[in-house]
């Protein structure tokens, strides 16, 4: 049979441009959310994640290291050096801190490390150095660009200047970025002399759950691997943002459901009289429906295709100007866009459906 | 022309529509008979509500009468499932529209498929039945045209098309040349009369338009629901046009047969061609 869901479509082009655009729009702002909740999800962890350590030792209590604070004594270093199977203990200090630049309110956290044993510092500089002498400092790259600041330029952290000398990838966390100094440097500039907020620990193999269990026993004290520090970093943004994207997915599917609900019922009520004859001549309402079915879903999938493509195109662009617009698209995201627009498709069928089932074939008599 | 054997096609019995209820009831159609056989022409005249648009929706399996019945093709269709009326409509009438009630967004073409498409008629099949209909309305070159790039004779054309193209016994025309000018008016009448004399079907035509009962064989006047007259017409065998069969008629008897002329010259004409001698008439 000849497609008259099609040559409908195509035959009110304006309306057809809106119902596609409508769905475009909402698949668009999905996808969107979607990737930047994956985006943010990947960066808040990505630093973590490349930290060169097994074990992360915390304080009792302390998840992740932007929500909650972790300071541990000198003392528990020690004690940890002496468990059998520990490797290497490495100090982490570091903690979020706000200051002005260039008389802007800028947030950043700054990691002190030890500059011999790289394995808590920047891990991909793009330009200077890794390694940052008195008074210097490396910053992320999204900083730079957030706040223009290149080599050279100076940084006034609570009254002390610092020289940018590195800029580095990978250290974003999309609400800061991550500033490395010397650890000699950090505890002069926060304050932690004799405290450490983190220990990180690398063990020997094959004694990483002795090792765990042993940093254990000591009071007031937490250890964590590598991956689980990552999930419970990757977690508070679960938890912050997953409620607030799925607001916003229910309103975008929402706004694709009545665009094309909209769309297709003023179609079916100017066409009225046409679906009549078609039932005059035999259309059952079934034959019927599937029109309406048939225009709905093309319009969902071109729509589909559209808001996806458009989408695509919108996070190529958008970082240049924004640099904290991190994204990342992934596979099964796409899926469910397409599933929710076939749903929003089938859901914005329903009332021009009923309104079919209604039409009286009788009125094609009418002149 | 062809003779065709004759069979009823249509039948109606006692057919009444009433609305309303007590002192707002109405009569549309009050207790019709009705018969029309295979390659007759039945028009069916009289004033506006005078039931005659009710009458053909009902015998269009399109609305069910309060009472009596409607017979097609010999199935009964007053007391048939919707799913039994669809096939009926599908199958075994076709309509004709004043307003040609063609799909805007198609093509003539696919018009006249879309009938065969409900039915289920594979795509190639249809292709073929859709353009031998459009070939044989003379539509070829314009089968690609919508709707709104056809003239109003056109559209009719392909209206009558596609109410051909399943086939149906019976075509039920609903003032089928009322929008129509008086040449394409005619042309529309030569066709409708083809479709009945050449294919064998049974046309009902319902309409105002009094150059039709040149066509139809029989007239039918109705007014407030029943039908006040009813006219049986002869075919003038010189040109082909209906005329009334009365006394003071131009006719000749000739071997038992009697002929009934449209005018003087027709009826000269004829006896000419067959070599009937003056005594007869």
Redesign the interface.
Known sequence: ??S?AL??L???KTRFAISVGGVAFSVMLILIILSLYQGWKIKSSEYISHVDTDLWVTQSGSADISNSASYLPESVGKKIQVIDGVAEVNKFIGRPVNFKIKNQDTGTYIVGFDTDQPVSGPQHLVSGTAKPGDGEIVIDKVLAQKRKLELGDYIDVFGEKLKVVGIAKGANMFLFQFSFVKAEEAERILHTQGITNYYLVKVKNGELSSVRNEIKKIAGVDALTSSEFVEKNRRVIDEVFLPIITVLVLISVLVGIAVIGLTIYTATVEKS??FG??K?????NG?LYRIIFEQSLLSGLIGFLVGTAATYLLLWIIPYYVPVFVTYTRGVDLLLVFGLAIFMSLVASYIPVRRIASID??L??K? | MKELEKKVVLKIEGLTKVYGVGDIEVRAVDNIDLEASSGEIILIMGPSGSGKTTLVTMAGALLKPTGGKIFIDGEEIVGASEKQRINLRRHKIGFVFQAFNLLSNLTAFENVLVPLGLAGVPRAIGSKKAQGLLNYFDLSQRADFIPEKLSGGEKQRVSIARALANDPKLILADEPTANLDSRRGKDVMRLLRSVAKNMGKTVVIVSHDQRLIDIADKVLWMEDGRIKNSETLATDPNCGNQVEMKEHSHKIDYRGKRYYFCSEGCKREFAEKNSIPKSYF
């Open positions: 049979m000849i008259i040559r409908n195509l035959g009110e009289r046409e004859v078609i005059a001549l035999g259309g059952s034959q074939p009788a094609v008599f002149s």
